[in-house]
């Protein structure tokens, strides 16, 4: 193994570099030290070190290297213990990103796993363990490696005073990793075992075999027959994706009556073919006293005490026995990720400080490793749980879950291009070597049945108002019918207080009502083009025509032919044809090499540079958020933000709540910091090195504004990605109530100030997220689960889950009362939309997190509070209120033909996308008060009173089939919608039916 060490340590007599280097050979590993000044590390792996498969290509003629020295060494994996990138080293640490390139080829060159592990040398281990890595440390061995494709990074110690000690614990984690990746390389492909993991959360909602964006039954296919032709052994696999899901299901979902030694046959159907069956023959269980021997005293104790005894859990677990249900292929086993925690109660695990995973979570990671004696893991999809177990939030431990159960398993992540974000968790918790995949084709909305007969009667009517008026009032009955008076109330009726009514219009000027009109008219044409994800990717598969025109037209706009050269539509083209390098690279993972990185974010907004897909996407530099073009963008939504709420309310609004998200921040390079800077009334200030050191105050004259106070909602990710942008920020809001400025022209010195003469402690602070280490507002766990009463319940499970203070003292601490207070004086909520895949409409996380803030602001000021949101990816940055956005979306993708149609033409996993909306409406209607019965009308008579889509999603996922007329029947229930008994009666019998149906298979 290579490994580039500090020279200066050597000189300086630290005792790390020895004891490192004894340690590997001790392990059976052959250390190749070269030691550096820091600089000069590419230099280092280019010259001084080959590799059998840069042997080969030499051989061939393909010299990517020409300076490789003739005494170099071959090694099987490179290890810095340097960190920062790779060309440039610390020199270059500010400039990351432009020599990527360099680095990527040189690497490439080598193909072999390129590991960063090393010691804190700029932060001491007490912190690490207590809080995590943080500030420049993190960017240093985590962010900045990454953009040279660093992969399976562990902190090996770190300083105890002015010295560097090693934690030997993390050094054999390390070497437990890099001997996994040599065998993979080394074990013939025959003999080499493969685990694959399905999700399956939220259990018993259809969701099993499904992933975001990734239609997961045709692309598991696709890789098991591309590992077939490989050589991997993988028996005899059934010909259809959909049936593979079923049986994987079915050995998940395995109860053993009476006695457990039954052996278990998974039920076959007539029309499947039975030879491969017999091969799947399989129950696996893990006795607790195994189990206890896997985990060790230490880890066994700690779940015993969360969970009473290992056994007690009564999650899969039958007497002393855990359940490890999955099927096997030949070499390669395929299971669903276990469920994580208690279903129906979210609410017991929310205060405890030190989680655990259940006892069988940990059995059937355990299981992969000691029983099924796993060569590598492949998780299916985004995204599963195990990278988000409780543990330090970056820079796991010995004590870190994720670092636990996953041990030395090479772990091949397949993760939607698109969300650098959360994929960062995957990578830096979960040892993810990331398989970005394309996000599925974009779809133009169209009009569709009511809307596009309304445009049709608009266009007759307008062509001849005179001879047409008689269409007046069918126009007026249409727009009531779809709803779209709530869309584009008819502001003239509103000020008279006038009922917008086909008997009433006659009471208004031919001209008031054409006004009218070309407002409705232009509305709808904003309909008809928005975008929307068209179904679901299949993994490794080139878009065919239809779809690479649809890719083509998002991206160029309609008028692609006339304004954009041939050659430009020729580069996208091809980088879009490369997305069968997904399948390709997650196969050269699987031999254990080198997989090159990629920026992760999406086409529309970011560009070519985030194809082709296949890569291991990586995000930004923290340290230079905001960017100079998100900067000026969010001070320009921050303004309109402003301007806004004067308009509405005559004055400015005393306290804004910004929503902080990874996910946003990473793809706009930090558009809500431009936001929040705005309002404060500040600026990034750089460095010489570009490196954003402060946020400075500007002076009140050149605001024009005062000061807004703000409240900072920052998700996990933020929260755990961005420390120093954090603690930035919190010494600007300490400044910002220092100031000696008039009170009704600095709001958060004014809130400061009331506070403190209550006595309260750390009187501005203003970042406020879920407790340390763990994520969720968990909202949207108590509305899957339907276990709440009224939305002050909800708006009391936000509040529990976000009063944790960040900053640079507070590390999670509570502070209800700053909290309280800042939610009292809320008038307005702002956020960024990222991306067109996931609107407000699309993920539980929207309405959990941005729904939950809002309810609880209304409960505390006891007013109604606005929600702005800015759809990022679009050139306009006009903020849209909340109940606008929500119509738009559901008109443009739930309510329309064109998306219901891609969606469930994809089978289970399309079926169950229909479905997580369906509880996102219940969702919105309980957190934001979105009760519009015309969305509950059309999504009834187009999923369950359409006899042939019904039939269509019972068949492909009956369970998704009944959350979705569960949620219809639910929103009567709760007063959301008023139904009429005749569609009641009949989602009923619909209901009792696929119940029934249910209730029969798992008998």
């Known amino acids: 193994m290579g490994i580039l060490l500090y020279r200066k340590h050597v000189i300086t007599k630290q005792p790390y570099i020895p004891q490192l280097i004894k340690d590997f050979e001790k392990a059976g590993l052959i250390p190749l030290p070269i030691f550096i000044n820091g600089v000069e590390g590419h230099v280092a792996v280019r010259d001084w070190m080959t590799t059998d498969y840069e042997t080969q290509q030499r051989q061939q003629g393909n010299l990517e290297i020409l300076s490789l020295s003739p005494e170099s060494a071959k090694v099987d994996i490179i290890v810095s213990t340097i960190g920062f990138p790779l060309v440039g080293g610390p020199a270059g640490s500010m400039e990351a990103g432009r020599q990527v390139d360099i680095a990527k080829g040189i690497l490439a060159a080598k193909n072999i796993p390129y590991i960063v592990a090393a010691p804190l040398l700029i932060q001491d281990i007490h912190s690490w363990t207590r809080q995590g890595i943080g500030g420049l440390q993190s960017v240093v061995l985590y962010a900045l490696p990454e953009l040279d494709g660093a992969i399976d990074t562990v902190a090996l110690g770190g300083l105890v005073g002015e010295d560097i000690y090693l934690i030997p614990e993390r050094v054999q984690r390390l070497i437990g990793r890099v001997k996994s990746w040599v065998n993979l390389k080394q074990k013939p492909v025959s003999e080499r075992k493969i685990a694959v993991i399905l999700y399956g959360f939220p259990p018993g909602y259809g969701a099993t075999g499904t992933a975001a964006l990734l239609n997961v039954p045709r692309s598991l296919l696709k890789f098991l027959q591309a590992l077939k032709s490989q050589g991997y052994n993988v028996g005899e696999l059934p010909s259809d994706g959909e049936e593979l899901i079923r049986l994987v299901k079915e050995a998940d979902e395995f109860y053993p009556e009476n006695n457990l030694e039954t052996r278990y046959i998974p039920s076959v159907n007539e029309n499947v073919e039975t030879r491969y069956i017999a091969s799947l023959q399989q129950e696996n269980f893990v006795n607790a006293r195994t189990l206890e021997k896997w985990l060790g005293y230490l880890q066994t104790t700690r779940i015993e005490k969360q969970w009473k005894s290992l056994s007690g859990s009564g999650i899969k677990t039958y007497g002393d026995r855990f359940h490890v249900g999955g099927i096997q292929f030949g070499n390669v086993w395929i299971g669903v990720q276990p469920p994580l925690g208690i279903q129906g109660d979210p609410m017991r695990l929310m205060f405890e400080r030190d989680l655990t995973p259940h006892p069988q979570y940990a059995a059937y990671y355990k299981w992969l490793q000691n029983e099924f004696m796993s060569d590598a893991i492949v998780h299916f999809g985004m995204h599963g749980t195990v990278e988000w177990l409780p543990g330090s939030p970056l820079g796991n431990t010995g004590y870190s879950w994720s670092d636990i159960l996953l041990g030395d398993l090479p772990n091949l992540y397949i993760y939607a291009a698109n969300n650098p974000s959360e994929s960062i968790l995957a990578k830096r918790r979960g040892y993810g070597v990331l398989i970005s995949h394309n996000v599925p084709p974009y779809g133009r909305a169209g009009l569709y049945k009511e809307l596009m007969a309304l445009r049709d009667l608009i266009s007759e009517y307008r062509e001849d108002p005179q001879k047409n008026y008689a269409l007046k009032e069918g126009i007026c009955k249409k727009i009531i019918d779809t709803g779209l008076d709530a869309d584009c109330p008819f502001e003239e009726g509103k000020k008279l207080g006038i009922e917008f009514t086909p008997q009433n219009i006659g009471m208004f000027s031919d ?37 690479m025109n649809s890719y083509l037209n998002a991206y160029f706009g309609d008028e692609q032919e006339e304004n954009h050269p041939e050659d430009e539509q020729k580069f996208i083209q091809d980088l879009l044809m490369q997305s069968t390098d997904e ?109 954003i050191v402060r946020y400075e105050l500007k002076p009140l004259p050149e605001v024009e504004h005062p000061r807004i106070d703000v409240l900072g909602n920052l998700s996990g990710i933020f929260r755990d990605s961005f420390v120093n942008i954090i603690e930035l920020l919190d010494d600007l809001f300490q400044r910002a109530a220092d100031i000696d400025e008039p009170l009704d022209q600095n709001f958060i010195r004014k809130h400061a100030l009331e506070l403190k003469e ?42 529990s889950r976000n009063v944790f203070s960040y900053g640079r003292q507070d590390k999670g601490q509570a502070r209800p009362e700053v909290l309280n207070q800042l939610l009292g ?43 702005s949101f800015v759809e990022s990816f679009s050139k306009d940055t006009t903020p849209r209120d909340l109940d606008d956005l929500l119509r738009m979306e559901y008109r443009t993708k739930l309510l329309n033909p064109k998306w219901a149609e891609a969606m469930v033409n994809q089978g289970s996993g399309g079926a169950f996308e229909v479905s997580q909306r369906m509880t996102a409406l219940i969702g919105w209607g309980g957190t934001a008060d979105f009760t519009d019965d015309w969305v509950y009308e059309q999504a009834a008579d187009t999923y369950a009173l359409d006899a042939e889509m019904a039939e269509k999603l019972r068949n492909t996922n009956p369970e998704a089939f009944k959350n979705i007329v569960g949620r219809m029947l639910e929103a009567h229930g709760r007063g959301f919608w008023d139904a009429s008994d005749e569609k009641l009666q009949k989602l009923r019998e619909l209901y009792e039916l696929v119940d029934e149906e249910l209730e029969g298979v798992n008998e």
């Open 825 to 867: 004086s809320t008038s307005r909520i702002v956020q960024e939309i990222d991306s067109v895949e996931y609107g407000l409409t699309d993920i539980q996380e929207y309405y959990g997190n941005t729904g939950g803030l809002k309810k609880a602001a209304e409960k505390q000021g006891g007013k109604k509070i606005k929600a």
């Open 758 to 799: 209550k006595g309260i402690e750390n009187s501005c602070a203003r970042l406020f997220s879920n407790p340390a280490g763990d994520f969720g507002s968990l909202v949207n766990d108590q509305v899957v689960d339907g276990n709440w009463e009224s939305s002050d319940e909800l708006a009391n499970t936000w509040q």
């Open 511 to 547: 001209r008031v009502f054409n006004d009218y009109l070309v407002i409705l008219y232009e509305y709808l044409q904003v309909l008809e083009n928005r975008l929307f994800s068209s179904g679901l990717h299949i993994l490794g598969e080139a878009p065919n025509q239809e779809q």
């Open 583 to 691: 399948l390709r690279n997650l196969l050269r993972g699987l031999n254990g090499e080198y997989i090159p990185p990629a920026p992760g974010g999406d086409l529309l907004r970011d560009g070519a540079g985030v194809l082709p897909t296949g890569r291991n996407i990586h995000a930004l530099d923290p340290y230079r958020m905001p960017s100079p073009g998100a900067y000026e963008r969010g001070r320009e939504i921050a303004k309109k933000i402003i301007q806004q709420h004067l308009q509405e309310n005559g004055s400015y609004p005393e306290t804004v709540a910004v929503m902080l998200w990874g996910l946003d921040a990473i793809k706009t390079r930090g558009e809500s910091l431009g936001i929040l800077l705005e309002l404060v009334g500040a600026q990034p200030v750089k460095e010489g090195t570009g490196r």
